[in-house]
């Protein structure tokens, strides 16, 4: 069965020092490759002729799992951006006195560290040192000894065993150059103002307690019905004649030339003007830019309307990463 494509965790737009356009191209560019070359990587198992060589058996093996790493470890690391909050005097790179953190981390890191400086001080000094290579720093969480500490996790595949990840710093070049060019150090010193501590409390408090790492979708919910960008693309193909309306508000569209290639730009502000332009007997699939509210809201209406209506997860966001077309949108609209 393929991996799908997961929506973005984080509001890109809503983050202090990390553009929307980095972090949205890291999401679809990097992230979205790493989904669809491990599907790549899947089917070549799966159609594996055991008559090949044991040695090409085992290099795919390598591909996969550093691939399910990469997913993995992307998904994680969108998830836990997002909770900035004005950084404070002591909220620079290295203070002893940094007080972003949250009291409920600051007990729950002394499972593993003396206190929270010591922790961050090896977290940063960690990530400093991948500045001129590449590899992911992670704070993990031994089931086995009831301990946190922090890996370096490189080529995706590195992982203390029986342990599950909290928080995830990607420190590959891609993750801050457009950015920050060379300057890891700004890049670290940002992404700890960027911390989303509920979601790595969250975790935590799961990990603890032997449960799963909790489901971060933002677009999930069960009360609007909703759709995959797979699903859509499924939909697409088998001729139903879905009518997809891509319902980016306006002053985002004014930023983006494109949008999903056989898709119709309708402002999600005047649906009463639209509405009526619909097929009234054909499904509705309407997305948004990452599926967190707009598409859901525009959704809820045309489902109020009697119209069969679903919103795309991750909108055009999630459909680019999966490798979606896209089309320039018509000059008019
Ligand atoms: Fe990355």
Request: with cysteine; charged share 25%; net charge negative.
């Given at each position: ?244 309306i ?20 309708r402002d999600?502000?005047r649906i009463e003007e639209w509405i009526g332009e619909l097929?009234p007997?054909?499904?509705v ?13 525009v959704?809820?209406t045309l489902?109020e309307r009697g119209i069969?209506a ?24």
């Amino acid at each position: 069965m393929p991996y799908e494509i997961a929506p973005i965790g984080v509001r890109a737009s809503l983050l202090s020092g990390l553009s929307e356009q980095m972090v949205v191209g890291h999401y679809e560019n990097h992230y979205g490759k790493a989904v669809r070359a491990l599907n790549d990587v899947g089917r070549e198992l799966a159609a594996f002729d055991a008559a090949a060589p044991p040695n090409r058996l085992g290099r795919l093996k390598q591909e996969e799992l550093s691939l399910l790493g990469s997913v993995t470890l992307h998904e994680l690391y969108f998830a836990n951006l997002g909770g900035y909050r004005r950084a404070g005097p002591n909220s620079g790179l290295g203070r002893p006195d940094w007080r972003e953190v949250p009291d409920d981390f600051t007990q729950e890191i002394t499972a593993g560290f003396a206190d929270t400086d010591t922790w961050r001080r090896e977290f940063t000094a960690m990530a400093q040192s991948l500045a001129s290579g590449s590899g992911w720093v992670v704070l993990t969480w031994s089931r086995r000894h009831k301990r946190f500490l922090n890996q370096i996790a490189t080529d995706h595949t590195q992982a203390a065993v029986d342990s599950a990840p909290v928080l995830v710093l990607d420190m590959y070049e891609h993750a801050y150059q457009m950015d920050f060019g060379a300057n890891a150090t700004a890049y670290i010193d940002t992404f700890f103002r960027n911390i989303n501590w509920e979601v790595v409390l969250k975790r935590i408090k799961a990990v603890r307690e032997n449960q799963p790492l909790p489901k971060e979708d933002p677009s999930w919910t069960t009360n609007v019905p909703s759709l995959s960008v797979e699903e859509l693309a499924a939909q697409i193909a088998d001729g139903t004649g879905v009518q997809v309306i891509d319902a980016r508000q306006r002053n985002h569209m004014s930023l983006h030339p494109d949008l999903m290639a056989g898709a119709t730009w309708r402002d999600p502000d005047r649906i009463e003007e639209w509405i009526g332009e619909l097929a009234p007997n054909k499904p509705v699939a309407v997305y948004c830019a990452w599926g967190f509210d707009v598409g859901r809201n525009v959704t809820k209406t045309l489902m109020e309307r009697g119209i069969d209506a679903r919103f795309v997860r991750g909108g055009i966001s999630a459909w680019y990463a999966a490798g979606g077309a896209r089309a320039l949108k018509p000059t008019a609209g």
